[in-house]
């Protein structure tokens, strides 16, 4: 009878507490597996991270200094002004964004294409455009040209007449373009409303703002290619040249180092001092090279310990289940 009475009684204490074991059990499993999820995605995330964080190309253009992919990238004097956003590289100024279609390093200038502004082909309401002050960017030999202005305009003040009439040819070759019906006018319009205009003369900030000059749109010619008087050969675009002080600054010097050791320019601290970006995910102050042999004994060595520590998660889950 006494086993008898045993044997009835502890499946019944059993069963009464066995809602609380269970739920407590599943709790510290779920714990567990959360920890597991959260380590291996550590695993796999921060490597890939931090293994390459600054990059020497955007979309199809290759990025070099004193320019930079992300934060902590290239010169800082240029952080705010180049960026690559979505693979296109973009420069941005308080009038807007615009994409960089193409940079020349050997004469450090690169080349703008505002999707807003007019060309021979194809000629609609622009947007204004205009540098910052203090910006290390200027424009190079660019011929910027206003488009169907008003004959009320500041720009055809007596006193303060902005316009160069020793262009008059440049609009009359645009006036000739079929993209002229995009403003409302007759191919071979008179050229009184088109304006080939210096920015420089409304100061520092070399501001095109057609609201302001009562024109609806603007192009810019930075090559007239191998016909001055065909505008359908005309290069459409804004070339701005850019330049740094190198005084006190090491970044030239070491960044020739670092790029030729596949590594990407960047800088780092409260005082942005210069720091070469390795492939591998590694900072150096010099160059990548040998670097590569270090990361990978260093990354073993980590994987090795990782793999442990997780086996160990792996033995706690299990064992919470035997409970």
């Known amino acids: 009878m006494r086993r008898f009475r045993r044997s009835t009684t502890i499946p019944i204490l059993l069963s009464r ?7 407590q059990t599943m709790d510290l499993a779920f714990e567990s597996l959360e920890v597991l999820l959260l380590s291996l995605c550590c695993l796999f995330l921060v490597p890939s991270a931090a293994g390459w964080a600054c990059r020497d190309t955007c979309g199809n253009l290759q990025v070099k200094y004193p320019f930079g992919t992300g934060p902590g990238c290239g010169d800082p004097r240029f952080q705010n002004s180049v960026s690559c956003v979505n693979q296109k590289l973009m420069f941005t100024t308080h009038s807007g964004s615009y994409p960089i279609s193409s940079i020349d390093y050997s004469q450090t200038t690169i080349y703008l294409a505002d999707p807003q502004m007019s060309t021979c082909a194809a000629m609609t309401s622009s947007g204004s455009f ?23 305009s500041c720009l055809y003040s007596p006193t303060n007449y902005l316009c160069d009439t020793g262009s008059s040819q440049i609009c009359s070759s645009l006036y000739t373009c079929p993209g002229v019906l995009g403003l409302g006018l007759q191919q071979y319009s008179p ?3 088109c304006c080939v205009y210096a920015p420089i003369n409304l100061g520092s900030a070399a501001e095109i703002n057609l609201a302001k000059l009562q024109c609806q749109s603007y192009t810019s010619i930075y090559s007239f ?84 520590w997780i086996a160990g998660i792996v033995l706690a889950i299990v064992s919470s289940f035997c409970l």
């Open 17 to 23: 507490s066995s809602p609380a074991i269970a739920s």
């Open 130 to 152: 205009g540098l910052d002050a203090a910006a290390p960017f200027k424009f190079k030999n660019d011929i910027f040209v206003l488009l169907n202005c008003s004959l009320s």
């Open 191 to 193: 050229i009184s409303t």
């Open 225 to 308: 290619g191998d016909d001055a008087t065909d505008p359908t050969r005309w290069n459409y675009g804004i070339a701005l040249k850019y330049s740094f002080n190198l005084d006190n600054s090491n970044f030239p010097t070491a960044c020739v180092s670092c790029e030729q050791s596949k590594g990407v320019c960047g800088f780092t601290g409260m005082y942005n001092s210069f720091t070469c970006v390795c492939r591998n995910g590694v900072n150096t102050t010099t160059n990548c090279n040998g670097q590569e042999y270090y990361w990978s004994r260093a990354q073993s060595h980590r994987s090795a310990a990782f793999g442990l």
